[in-house]
């Protein structure tokens, strides 16, 4: 049989290493550019018989017929999100495949641990003790126990960040555009939310509706000293408003694992260097708001569910001409789809 060869884009170092060793039969060829895929960078996919892209990945219109002038079938991703995929213009021209859950508990547990270190002002003691300075001074955080938590998106992820809540016995509320049947958890709306919640947890994908869900208007309905957690995708919160509400100190804290411009700046060493983004580096330097690089996914275990289950997606779709993780491409037959993934979407 011919091999599958794939191209892996913005591939570091621990996905070299994951795929290498998840990737143990003779039947695919793996080359990793440490480049990300944009429409410059398109042609080095000719030839290929599917890519292997990340978030901060472009896959546009242009993109999409350069990886089909260039004979690449499938494009298959190694994460669960797709908004950075042009789902709707893929359609018919090329197959999209994902990986829906590699570890939701490393998810919700980074989030928690953003959480932890944020109120405790654990990251300030740490930077204090280092310097042999063990004053108490300005540490003084709050008990999670009998806090509202409201989180937005009750999927996989947010399910066990809930289970995780509920362990230090805080009241959760939740909103799900689609509630999760008898999982006894209570749905409020997002405006009840924003009013109750004492702190706020976003596990939700970016679509087009829920794009800078948080916003100047959307701020200033929640309580005074309200903390925010995002380890979902950067563009439900609006940046600038966000800066804006900490200044104002109607937020009280803000904790990030992504950011709405973050791939031009995430995943890179700018150690060296000036970031020209004026917005994250006030971020940054606010003393109540911890960023972390989209670091939530980055454990053994769900480095491996993702190597393991992309190549799996690759085999199936190359093998049995079909794949059971293939995305919705919103077509023309929603909202009466029946597909089941026995086959191809097209």
């Known amino acids: 049989m011919k091999k599958i060869r794939i191209a892996f884009f913005d591939a570091k170092d621990y996905d070299i290493e994951s795929f290498n060793k998840a990737n143990t039969g003779d039947t695919i060829e793996t080359s990793f550019f440490e480049t990300r895929l ?14 292997c892209v990340f978030v901060n990945d472009t896959v546009n219109a242009k993109v999409i017929d350069g990886l089909v002038s260039g ?8 994460c669960a999100g797709y908004n950075n995929v042009d789902i709707q213009y893929a359609y018919k021209k090329i197959h999209v495949v994902r ?28 930077n204090r003790t280092k310097d042999f300075n063990f004053s108490l001074n300005g540490l003084t955080g709050f008990d999670l126990h009998g806090k509202t938590i409201g989180v937005v998106g009750t999927g996989k992820i947010g399910r066990i960040f809930i289970d995780i809540c509920r362990g230090f016995r805080m009241n959760v509320i939740a909103y799900d555009k689609y509630p999760a049947k008898d999982s006894g958890i209570t ?13 706020i947890s976003f596990h939700c994908p970016l679509t087009d509706e829920n794009r800078y869900m948080v916003k100047k208007d959307t701020i200033n309905q929640m309580k005074k000293g309200v ?13 600038h408003a966000l800066l804006e509400g900490i200044k104002e100190r109607k937020i009280g804290a803000a904790c990030l694992d992504v950011y709405e411009e973050e791939s031009d700046v ?3 060493d700018f150690s060296g260097h000036i970031v020209e983004d004026d917005t994250l580096a006030r971020l940054i330097s606010m003393p109540n708001v911890i960023v972390t690089s989209h670091q939530a996914f980055l454990t053994n275990e769900a480095l491996q569910n993702i ?16 794949c059971s993780n293939e995305i919705c491409y919103r077509c023309e037959k929603l909202p009466q789809c029946t597909q089941e993934h026995l086959s191809k979407c097209f």
Do not use: Q
Not at 38 to 51: F, I
Not at 71 to 78: D, E, N, S, T
Not at 99 to 126: C, D, F, G, N, Q
Not at 307 to 322: G, H, I, R
């Open 38 to 51: 944009t429409e410059d960078t398109v042609r080095l996919a000719e030839g290929y018989d599917a890519v």
């Open 71 to 78: 004979g690449v079938r499938l494009i298959a991703l190694r």
């Open 99 to 126: 990986v829906p859950a590699y570890s939701p508990y490393a998810v919700a547990e980074h989030a928690m641990a953003l959480l932890l270190t944020s109120i405790r002002r654990i990251h300030k003691a740490y």
């Open 187 to 199: 749905y409020v709306s997002l405006e009840e939310l924003w009013e109750k919640s004492d702190i």
């Open 227 to 239: 903390v925010i957690i995002n380890t979902s995708r950067g563009a439900l919160i609006e940046s």
């Open 266 to 268: 995430f995943f890179h």
């Open 307 to 322: 190597a393991d289950t992309t190549l799996e997606n690759v085999a199936s779709y190359f093998e049995k001409d079909c």
